[in-house]
C-alpha cells in the first residue's frame, strides 16, 4: 500500500495579512466571548469576502443558472489526475496555449494547477500581487475548454486567474471556465490563491474543501493534496 503525505496549498485567513482582489471588501475578526475576560468560552465573530483568500469560483459566480459551491457533492471536489505546471511569468504577464503543453500529455487530467512564482509576492510585496499578476488568456481557457474533457478544475497560484490591469479579459476567462453551455463538458471550477510552495514537485491527489453556504456562488476554501511516495 502507498504511504501518502498530505500538503496544505491553501492560505489561512489573516486579518491583517491576507492580500484581497481590489475592490474587495476588508476582512473582519472580532472577539465576542473571551474566557480572558470571564466568559465560559472563547468564540468569534467573522467577516469576509467569499473571495477572499484561497477560494473557489463555482459557475454561478458569472452564471446565474450556474450552480453554487453548495450544490456541489464531495465527490466533485475530490481530483485524482492532478497536474502540476510550472509555468514562470512576471507581472502581467499573459498565460498562453504554449505555456500548458504540459497537458497535451495527460488527456486524463481532472485538474490542472498552474505555478507561476508570482506567489512569492503575497509577503514580499502585497500590492504586486494583488495589482499586477500574471493572467490566464482568453485563447488559453478556450483551448482547455475544448480540447480536456474531463478536467473539472484549474487552479493558479496568484490573487486570481485574472489581472486587475485585464479585467476586462479576466471576466471573459471566467465565464469560457465557468460556462455550461457551448461546451461538451461540465464547466471548470476555479481556484484562486493557492500556495504552491516550490518544495511541492507533484500532486497525485487534490481535495477541495469550501464552506457551504447555501445559495453563494463561491466560497473560501481550504485545498489539501495528497503526495503518494
Not at 454561478?60 to 450544490?71: K, L, T, V
Not at 481556484?191 to 510552495?197: G, I, Q
Request: hydrophobic share 40%; aromatic share 10%.
Amino acid at each position: 500500500m502507498r504511504s501518502a503525505r498530505y500538503v496544505n496549498i491553501s492560505y489561512a485567513i489573516d486579518e491583517d495579512n491576507t492580500p484581497l482582489y481590489p475592490g474587495t471588501k476588508p476582512i473582519a475578526i472580532r472577539r465576542v466571548k473571551e474566557i480572558a475576560k470571564g466568559d465560559p468560552c472563547n468564540t468569534s465573530l467573522i467577516t469576509l469576502s467569499n473571495h477572499a483568500g484561497t477560494h473557489v469560483d463555482a459557475p454561478r459566480h458569472f452564471w446565474n443558472s450556474g450552480r453554487a459551491i453548495s450544490d456541489y457533492s464531495l465527490e466533485e471536489l475530490v481530483f485524482r489526475k492532478v497536474v502540476l505546471i510550472d509555468c514562470r511569468k512576471s507581472a502581467e504577464e499573459p498565460i498562453w496555449i504554449e505555456d500548458l503543453q504540459a497537458l497535451k500529455y495527460r488527456d486524463d487530467a481532472d485538474a490542472v494547477l498552474i505555478r507561476t512564482g508570482f506567489h512569492k509576492y503575497r509577503r514580499t510585496d502585497a500590492k504586486a500581487y494583488c495589482y499586477k499578476n500574471p493572467y490566464l488568456s482568453v485563447a488559453a481557457a478556450g483551448w482547455i475548454r475544448k480540447k480536456f474533457y474531463k478536467l473539472r478544475a484549474i487552479g493558479i497560484d496568484c490573487i486570481s486567474i485574472s489581472s486587475y490591469a485585464n479585467r476586462k479579459e479576466g471576466m471573459e476567462v471566467h465565464k469560457i471556465l465557468l460556462k455550461k453551455k457551448g461546451f461538451g463538458t461540465s464547466p471548470v471550477l476555479i481556484l484562486e490563491a493557492l500556495n504552491l510552495d516550490y518544495k511541492i514537485e507533484k500532486i497525485d491527489e487534490l481535495i477541495v474543501a469550501p464552506i457551504f453556504i447555501e445559495g453563494v456562488d463561491s466560497a473560501p476554501c481550504t485545498v489539501i493534496g495528497l503526495i503518494y511516495d
